[in-house]
């Protein structure tokens, strides 16, 4: 039987980004929608880069803000509606790329804007919470319900996102960030310990699989990183199973 790990199931209900906590009205979102106008516009427009730089992460910010309470709307209704197609459409139009994801169910920005931070000022002030929200997006979007599965991703795809989760916690070692980062670290070890053809591989990600999700659960204050930790350290002790 497919082993099931709510405490993993927990931390990606948790994860969203925060947003509005009410569901979408035209009024709000028309607000949102002038909001992203001109962080847009400054965004080319500011004088100096930096200022070019934070007016892209705010727009960021605030295109996940809408897309969020676009979700929460479909959550409350069911369904999607025409209102919110019409917000779609008109963030495309401005080259926004925000799109129906039939698989999850609900809408999904493409992070378009943090990638930029991330490239025209790596070390600047929004560099580290860009690069997370980046490594979270490809976390949770290739996390199944038993985190043995691969979702979207194979192992070098895997192998790929570990880089870049090491490469975080030794560039921003102090951010408040790196605790989730590591836990995530932890996880895709395990992802890649159970799914390499190679066993020398398998074994080599399983140990550092095993250091990581102990730090977790020695470092973590978040109890569902603890406890889902705790929950694949147990899976490791018993040995390697292939997922059903």
Known sequence: MRAVLPALVLVVAMASPAGA?????????????AEIAGHRRASVETPSESGRVDALFRLGQTVESLVEALNRDVSAHGQRDLFGE?????LQAHTI????????????YDLAAFREVVRRAPRGQWAAESSFRLIARRFYATLAPDP?????????GVLDAVR??????????????????????????FRIARNARDPARA???ERRARRALQQTVNGSAEAFEVRAAQTLLERLARGRVTPD
């Open 21 to 33: 906590h009410v569901v979408l009205d035209r009024e709000a979102a028309e607000t949102l929608l």
């Open 86 to 90: 019409l917000l779609v459409a008109r």
């Open 97 to 108: 790329n925000v799109a129906w994801m039939p698989r999850d169910g609900r809408y999904e």
């Open 148 to 156: 043995a599965t691969l979702v979207g991703i194979d192992v070098a």
């Open 164 to 189: 870049d989760e090491e490469r975080f916690l030794r560039d921003y070692a102090g951010h408040e960030r790196a605790t989730t980062v590591r836990f995530f670290l932890a996880v895709d070890h």
């Open 203 to 205: 074994r080599e990600h």
